[in-house]
């Protein structure tokens, strides 16, 4: 099923820009699901043998998502997006940064926009991430992180879970 799905990650550090573009075997109404809700989220969000844990969400403009990454030996890392803009079933955008178990940003790390769009043909939709910081300091250290590898990890946690999702048809 995961045969011929296209995926790209490019830097654009003349903009301080990381453009994702990941396709999914499953039709967009459940890749949204997958995206947005907090049930899924925590299933897969996160680089194995990490694992999401979802504080609070409210998936509307004006709304946030608080959760953490939570490490095998029970380390917590938070983060916290603020929606800016939440038009189901086609895109979301949002400001996103590190933070405390309250929400309260880490002005240490980096932060960044996310504008996400789900585009759908059939039984495939295509997930477009544009990742934008305030300067190319903040984009080289989410560089140094190991983003590229742990989002690449993230993508085939959704890729694993997807079939399952679409055999139990889940409603969440």
């Known amino acids: 099923m995961k045969n011929n799905l296209s995926y790209d990650f490019s830097v654009d550090k003349k903009n301080n820009v990381i453009i994702i573009k990941r396709e999914f075997a499953a039709d967009q109404q459940l890749v949204w699901d997958a995206f947005t809700k907090r049930e899924i989220l925590d299933q897969w969000w996160a680089p194995k043998p990490w694992q ?65 769009t789900f585009t759908g043909q059939e039984e495939r939709t295509l997930v ?5 910081y305030p300067d190319t300091r903040q984009l080289e250290d989410t560089i140094k992180m190991g983003f590229k590898e742990g989002i690449t990890m993230t993508m085939n946690s959704l890729d694993e879970l997807l079939p399952t999702l679409q055999q139990k048809k889940v409603s969440y």
């Open 52 to 116: 999401a844990k979802t504080k609070s969400m409210d998936l509307k403009t004006g709304g946030h998502w608080l959760y953490a990454m939570v490490g095998p030996n029970g380390e917590e890392h938070w983060s916290r997006t603020s929606y800016t803009e939440v038009q189901p079933p086609k895109r979301f955008a949002g400001d996103d940064g590190f933070t405390d178990s309250e929400g309260n940003i880490n002005k240490d790390m980096p932060q960044s926009k996310w504008d996400v």
């Open 128 to 132: 477009e991430f544009h990742i934008s």
